[in-house]
């Protein structure tokens, strides 16, 4: 009687298993998630704390390069494939110098989300 107990709870975790019936996988997103909006609104000549205001505290601040900050952004969904975002701006002294926008894509979340 256990054996068939026992084959018979295998073969329906089996088939279970074969037809889609799988665990919930959570959507992951890690970084600094930014509105395309916002980032248009970056002008050169803003100062660090203009910059804070919009975008929030980047994600990376290196040590040895204060004047580069890299906000990055991943996304992946529970099923599907991870898409990443990533904006790099260089300041001297207090001011936007320049604005590196080209690891930036407007559809990182938004194609992935009903």
């Known amino acids: 009687m256990r054996k068939i107990l026992i084959t018979t709870l295998v ?3 089996l088939a279970l298993s074969s037809h889609g019936c ?11 998630m930014l509105e395309p909006e916002v980032v248009d609104s970056l002008r050169v000549g803003m100062t660090k704390q203009q910059v804070t205001f919009l975008l929030g505290t980047p994600l990376v601040q290196d040590p040895f390069h204060p004047n580069r900050w890299d906000y990055a952004y991943t996304f992946k969904p529970g099923r599907g494939k991870m898409t ?8 001297e002294g207090d001011e936007l ?7 930036f894509t407007a559809t990182a979340e938004k194609s992935q989300t009903p």
């Open 97 to 103: 110098v320049k604005i590196d926008r080209s690891g």
């Open 11 to 13: 073969l329906v975790g």
């Open 22 to 32: 799988s665990a919930y996988r959570i959507d992951i997103r890690q970084g600094n």
């Open 84 to 91: 990443r975002q990533h904006l790099t701006l260089f300041f």
